[in-house]
Each structure stands twice: as C-alpha cells, then as structure tokens.
C-alpha cells in the first residue's frame, strides 16, 4: 500500500514523507516528527486507538451541516470500522476533528485522576453518532 518515498498526510502531523516500509511496519517523517503505522496506515498507539491515521493525499473531510455541539460527558455510540459494533461511551473533548471520550465507558467524575496524560484516560474513535443512545 505505502511505498518508500510516497507522499502522505497524517491528521495530527499534516504532510509528510514515507522513510521506511516492512511486512508490517511503515515509518513516516513529517518534519522533525517521525510516525509509525501498520502497512494499512493505522497508527500504532496501541489499545483502541489504532485507527487509520496514514493517507496518500489530504483526505476530504466532511463537515457535518449542521454543526453539532456535545459537552462533557453527553453520551454518544462509537466506532473504529464502518459495519464494526458501536459502543456506547461518554464524550471528553475532540482532536484534530476526532471524537474522543474518556475510556471503558468512564466519565469526567469516574476516570482515574491518577494519571496526568490525557492519553490514558480518553481514546480517539474515527466514527461517532448521538442518535439512538
């Protein structure tokens, strides 16, 4: 899929250079910052958050028409995959147009306070609905 040299867009890092390619590893430059992605373009954070990061070109992205406003801890259903189960989870905050919410369906009051990085107490989802919750 990712070549040595192909041009590519990360939604955290913006555009970038694809340095190296393995059987399961694809390791990109975007200025002083490096990425590491599975060969399918997910990145490799690990735990749900491994969702498809790595693009060949600027993907388009599609505003909603109307604009939708959650606040913390509004519940909302989420999911890594089109046809994959959705999960009900609470909303915290969103990242580079992400959903994110806080993780095993804690919320603002119940998520441990004992870690100070955000990233072990939310996770990113590529899709998300408020309807049927």
Known sequence: MFEVNDAVFDLRYGNGVVKTVGDTLVKAAFG??????????????????????????????????????L????????????????????????????ACCFTGGNTSWSIDCDSNLEADRTCVWTYWRKDCV
């Open 32 to 69: 002083e910052q490096n990425g590491y992605y599975y060969s399918n373009g997910a990145t490799r954070l690990g735990g749900d958050s491994n969702i498809a990061m790595l693009y060949h070109g600027k993907p388009e992205i599609i505003a909603p028409a109307e604009p939708v406003r």
């Open 71 to 98: 606040k913390v801890d509004d519940e909302i259903l989420v999911s890594d995959y089109t046809g994959r189960m959705w999960m009900r989870r609470y909303f915290s905050h969103w990242e580079n147009g992400l």
